[in-house]
């Protein structure tokens, strides 16, 4: 999406922090982010069978960017995962869901003939 020559400038720190100013997922529960509820501890917390966590990526551009093409100033998109952690490791919970776009367009396209989207 964004060629070496508009982020071969930019570190790969200052690229994560202008592009993605945000962490990489945080815990679900009872509230959607239950992160805000047990503050500072998830953060620092080992992850236990049964917690359940958002793994989710995303690029942000800004409308004002200027290291990014017009066409593209102004979007973001973000991929989300959830998963659980098991005893030995972890159950992607979305793992069927469409991941390509091409996946993706039939499936807002079945919603829209579904009349649900």
């Known amino acids: 999406m964004l060629t070496d020559e508009i982020t071969g400038e930019l570190s790969d720190a ?6 993605m100013p945000h962490g990489i997922g945080h815990m679900l529960g009872v509230d959607l982010h239950d992160c805000m509820a047990v503050a500072a501890e998830w953060m ?10 958002a793994v989710e990526l995303g690029v942000h ?3 004002h960017d200027a290291h990014v093409p017009g066409h593209l100033r102004g979007i973001g998109v973000r991929i989300e995962d959830d998963v659980v952690v098991t005893e030995d490791g ?3 919970l979305t793992a069927a869901l469409a991941r390509s776009s ?3 367009e039939r499936w807002i396209a079945s919603m829209n003939a ?3 989207a």
Do not use: F, K, Q
Not at 14 to 19: E, G, I, K, P, T
Not at 44 to 53: K, Q, R, S, Y
């Open 61 to 63: 551009l800004s409308p």
């Open 102 to 104: 091409d996946d993706v």
């Open 114 to 116: 579904r009349g649900v």
């Open 14 to 19: 200052r690229a994560a922090v202008r592009w």
């Open 44 to 53: 620092t917390a080992p992850l236990e069978p049964g917690h359940v966590i």
């Open 90 to 92: 972890y159950e992607n």
